[in-house]
Every structure is written in C-alpha cells, then in structure tokens.
C-alpha cells in the first residue's frame, strides 16, 4: 500500500473531533456530567491505546470511574493473545449485564484486539446483547464518529472490517501521572508467527514517522518524564515500510540526542531482525537503557521452525553473546513457549537448557494456548495438559532460581534507581526501577518519587532488590 493511503489525513483527525465536540455539547445540553470507566487488558501496546481512547473520551467530556456501576460509559480494550485473556473479558462482559439493566442508559464498548476477530464478534452480536459498540485496533481513531452513531441511532455499532491499519498522529492522549510514558513507534505485525494471533488483528506493519516519535519523545522528557518505552510488536522491523533507509538505530541515535534525564527503553525485538549494529547503538548511547527483552520462544531449531520464528538457537544465542560483548552489564529478559503442538519432552528440555545456557534476568513464561485462525491452531497438539505443565513447572524452578541468583549478585553494590511510585511494602514503602528494569523497594519517603537515586541494596528475592538511599 501507498503512505498515503497508509496515513489517516488531518482533515479525517479533525472530522473526528467534531464528533467529540458533538457528544460534549449533546452532554452539556442535558446538563450531565458523563462518567467512563475504562479497562484495558494485555500488552504495553494496549496500555498505550487504552490512554488515546481516554484522550479522546476527556475531549468529550468525561470523567473517569472505578465503578462502573456508576459509569454512564464502560470500555473494554481487550486483549487475544491466549484463551486465558479471552475468557476474563468475556467474565467482565457478562457480569455489565446487571449494571446495564440498572441503567439501560449505559453504553458498553467492546474494542482492542478480541474485538477484531470475527469469532468474538459473532459471540457478542448473538449472545452479548448489552454490548452497543465494537471496534478492532485499526478503527481506533474513528472512536469518536462509532459512538456518536451509537448515541444517534439508538442501535448497536460493529466496526470490525479486516483492515491493513492506518497510522494516525495528533490523537489526544490521557497518561498516567509519573515518571513512565509510552510511545508507540509502529503498529501492527507481518511475521505470522504460526501461534500468534496479533498480526490478524493488527493489521500490517507501519511506521509512525521519525520526525513525529522524535517530537512525542522530547515533548515527554520536557514534561518530565524520566522512562520512555518505545512499543511496537517488532521495533527491529521499524521503517522497513517507509523506504527511506532509516531504521531502529537510527531513530534510538536520534532519541538519544535530546537533552535531559531520561531513560529510554523499547519492547518488542524480534531475533531475526536484531542486529549488532543496534547493540552498538544501545552501548554507545547514554539515554538508551542497557535492558533487552528479546523473545527466543523455543530453544529447539525444529519447533522454533514450525513456529516459523525464522532464527535458529544457534543464532539467539550469538546475538546475546554479541550484545554482552559491547554491554557488559546488559539485562536480557525474553518470552517463552511450552507445549508448542508437537512439541516432545526432550525439545522442551531444549528450552530449559538454552534458559541455564543464556542465563536470563527474568522470564516471561506462558503455555501453549491454541488461537482459532492461526496455523498452529490447526497441527495435532497429543500432549496432555498435565504434562505439559510439569515441563513447564520444571522451566519455572530453573528460571526462579537463576533470578534469585542474579538478585542476589546484587547484595551490597550501589546502583542507581528512578524512583517510579509507592510500593504495596510497608518497609520499604517506595518502589523503583535499575536502568535494566529490575524492581527495587526503598526505604524514604515519597518526596523522592521522579528522582534517580544512588541505593544500596541490602537485600534481594527472586522478584525484586531491596535498597536504601546512600
Ligand atoms: N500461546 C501462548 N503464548 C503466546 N504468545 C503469543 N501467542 C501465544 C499463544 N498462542 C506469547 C509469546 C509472545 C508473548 C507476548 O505471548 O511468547 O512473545
Ligand atoms: Fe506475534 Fe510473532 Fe508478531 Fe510477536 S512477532 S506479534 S509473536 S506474530
């Protein structure tokens, strides 16, 4: 597709806010006051999108609710990645019927990206009747127009064509308080990882332009805020589609030339387009945080195959020897699958192995979950349940144990923290984060929160460091 079918015009941007404009005064003509709860389920990335739809919900006039028994508006921005994710939402879906029939009044929106499959659709248009509107990830922007016809029409709005996805700048924005932002630097996904549901509703791969992540990015460090994560599903793809020879380290070159004190850091990498190039970046910029989250997902070539990941273990792990060769101290997390369909016990052990072999930060760990729709959705998956949980019991203890490990290791060195908020300890009642990500809970108060910090830690677990100001 061309970029300018690609890019959502200016005029279509401010065609949208008219519609805002015309839901605040029909609100203000009523003398109401509307109230919106909004749930975001999933990823960074829906995080991300859920703080657009609460931008452009504020811009009509709406507040915001924990309740939404109170809430003239719920939303839910719904994650598809696994069943697991899918049954919650339809859990919540299902207990709004009581505040629906309270307040027939209420509107129920349903988008992100279990909206966008047709299956969930169908589900909903039959036996969810409560929900009014549903939209997918490509049709964000138009929020605004999808409720206006569902506050004109007095009937329910599906807006679920499969689009390739636009890009659209200029949206507004509610973030949280603090010292975190994100910026999403592209969208959607061309890789068809053959478990994967995102790039069905997603859309294709595209790039924000440099210049308007470049602008986002210094108008965030202006603002104050001190941890800036880069989001797209596959950064290290980032400008392919724009043709102009500029990629991701070029662009993190560029982010690390505004003045300031900020971290920046990114998520997601993909192996297969990870180059030294941008290890040499990371090492060599200042801002750039020392922290990568690269995905291997299996550590056998033949499974790692059939999950069409393209990379083999033997690459993964040059890349990571790579990567410690110019960042010594690098913090390396990734993704992980068990129970891949066909997937035996010695390739799963595979897996494991190449966990002890790389050594790993931490690790985000899930079990095989079939995606209706995909490729692996489709293969003979024989392994019982129970016993591909204890392949995966077996993954979590050796991963347990080498973070307490590396937690450990850090007993009694000084690192430097932002401190990012309040911690749920009452002895160490601040929480804060090490330039690779790690959790430290602090002693002191919380007139330190948006200050990095020289801390000692005194103490570790598998999960965090515990510290104290030096
Ligand atoms: N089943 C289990 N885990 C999955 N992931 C993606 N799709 C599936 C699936 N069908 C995991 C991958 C990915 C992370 C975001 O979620 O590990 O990197
Ligand atoms: Fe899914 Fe693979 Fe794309 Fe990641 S790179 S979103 S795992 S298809």
Redesign the pocket.
Known sequence: MKREEIVVPEGEIARQRDFQKKIRTMFQSRGAHPLARVETFGCQQNVADGQRLMGMLEEMGFAFTEDAGEANLVLLNTCA?REHAEQRVFGNLGILTHSKKENPEQVIVLCGCMAQEERVAKRVRESYRHVDLVFGPQALWRFPELLWQVYETKKRVFSIADEHGGIAEGLPVVRERGVKAWVSIMYG?????S?????YV?GRERSRESAAVLAEVRELVEAGYKDITLLG??VNSYGNDLDTGYHFPDLLEDIDKIPGDYWVRFM?S?PKDATPRLFDVMAKCPHVAEQLHL?F?SGNDRVLGE???RYTRGTYLELIHYARSVMPGLVVTS?VIIGFPGETEAEAMDTVSLVEEVGFDALFTFIYSPRPGTKAAELPDPVPREEKQKWFDHLLEVQNARSAEIHAGYVGKTVRVLVDGESEDGDYPLSSRTEGNRLVRLKGDKSLIGRFLDVKITGSNTWALYGEAV
Do not use: E, K, L, T
């Not at 996904?189 to 990882?193: E, L, R, S, W």
């Not at 478990?195 to 790039?199: G, L, S």
């Open positions: 990645i996904c061309n890789n068809f990882c478990y994967c549901i995102v790039p997603r599903q596959n997601s993909h995905p997902q999950m069409n990941r993704d």
